[in-house]
T-cell receptor
Framework: AQTVTQSQPEMSVQEAETVTLSCTYDTSESDYYLFWYKQPPSRQMILVIRQEAYKQQNATENRFSVNFQKAAKSFSLKISDSQLGDAAMYFCAYGGGGADGLTFGKGTHLIIQP | EAQVTQNPRYLITVTGKKLTVTCSQNMNHEYMSWYRQDPGLGLRQIYYSMNVEVTDKGDVPEGYKVSRKEKRNFPLILESPSPNQTSLYFC?????????????FGEGSWLTVV
């Protein structure tokens, strides 16, 4: 079974600075997808970024980028120029080749200090 | 507008009183699933459905039932709710079970069992 580990229960960063959230995963599959979801206080699940394992290029969405290290099974999220609206819980998730669903990490609570 | 609609959004119920959380999507998606979110545990899949009349257990199916009689609907049934089923529940859908497809989440249903 796949596992996803987020080792940072909580992170804090000053507004306008850069922060990196860590995620590692364990799988024996070669074809899979990795995701970062943002969950603000409204509890809505918002897709931040998606990475396809067979693509070596790291995904980027505006101020959000990932560092995908397939051999190390690492998938960190970098948020540049942090904004107050970035404050949320962030979940790393794995989606493999089977029909079962996403496997989520336990989440990292990101605090933005003004 | 593409959406996944869950009802009720908030419910307080008593132990043993059967309840159903409905989930409906308007995108003609084949794949639907239910997750529960608990503090410190992230989201965990309860059940999923590949298509009409095709359902299967996720990671935490105990105490839950589902049915998929129509493509658009995937209700979650708690036959005899217990306090340990107090949680935030999410329904999700996608075109197929392949993670290359966009996953749409409902807004969540807060369930409290007393």
């Amino acid at each position: 079974a796949q596992t996803v580990t987020q080792s940072q229960p909580e992170m804090s960063v000053q507004e306008a600075e850069t922060v990196t959230l860590s995620c590692t995963y364990d799988t024996s599959e070669s074809d899979y997808y990795l995701f970062w979801y943002k969950q603000p206080p409204s509890r809505q699940m918002i897709l931040v970024i998606r990475q396809e394992a067979y693509k070596q290029q790291n995904a980027t969405e505006n101020r959000f980028s990932v560092n995908f290290q397939k051999a190390a099974k690492s998938f960190s999220l970098k948020i540049s120029d942090s904004q107050l609206g970035d404050a949320a819980m962030y979940f790393c998730a794995y989606g493999g080749g089977g029909a079962d669903g996403l496997t989520f990490g336990k989440g990292t609570h990101l605090i933005i200090q003004p | 507008e593409a959406q996944v609609t869950q009802n009720p959004r908030y419910l307080i119920t008593v132990t043993g009183k059967k309840l159903t959380v409905t989930c409906s999507q308007n995108m003609n998606h084949e794949y639907m699933s239910w997750y529960r979110q608990d503090p410190g545990l992230g989201l965990r899949q309860i059940y999923y459905s590949m298509n009409v009349e095709v359902t299967d257990k996720g990671d935490v199916p105990e105490g839950y039932k589902v049915s998929r009689k129509e493509k658009r609907n995937f209700p979650l049934i708690l036959e005899s709710p217990s306090p340990n089923q107090t949680s935030l529940y999410f329904c999700a859908s996608s075109l197929t079970g392949h993670f290359g497809n966009t996953i749409y989440f409902g807004e969540g249903s807060w369930l409290t069992v007393v």
